[in-house]
């Protein structure tokens, strides 16, 4: 079953491209890892940075939380964000078109 996060950023004053530099270099790993269907940073007008993602499973989902991109993720960005991530596990619910109706 597949599943859609979002986890929510908040940067220090002032930090964040620093933050947003540090997402940037686990990228291309974590698009490799199986199951990963989408992952990619986006600029929300509240000053977060929010992480999209879809996986293919609840498995490979938690691989992905166990693995080394996230570990190496968490070090890079521990002095440049305020509180912990906020992380939200999602399941779709299709509706209408199959390209529109579902993430």
């Known amino acids: 079953m597949t599943v ?19 997402m940037r270099r ?3 790993a974590v698009h490799q890892e199986d199951g990963c269907e989408l992952y990619a ?5 509240d000053g977060t940075v929010t992480m999209l993602e ?4 609840v498995e490979a989902l938690d691989t992905h ?15 440049l964000i305020d509180g912990v991530p906020v992380v939200t ?3 779709p619910i299709p ?3 199959d390209k529109q109706g579902a993430l």
């Open 4 to 22: 859609v996060v979002t986890a929510v950023f908040q940067p220090k004053e002032g930090k964040k491209a620093e933050l947003v530099e540090a």
């Open 26 to 28: 686990g990228i291309e």
């Open 41 to 45: 940073i986006h600029d929300a007008e």
């Open 54 to 57: 879809k996986w293919t499973s």
């Open 65 to 79: 939380g166990e693995g080394e991109p996230v570990r190496q993720l968490l070090a890079d960005i521990t002095d």
């Open 89 to 91: 596990r999602m399941t």
């Open 95 to 97: 509706m209408g078109a």
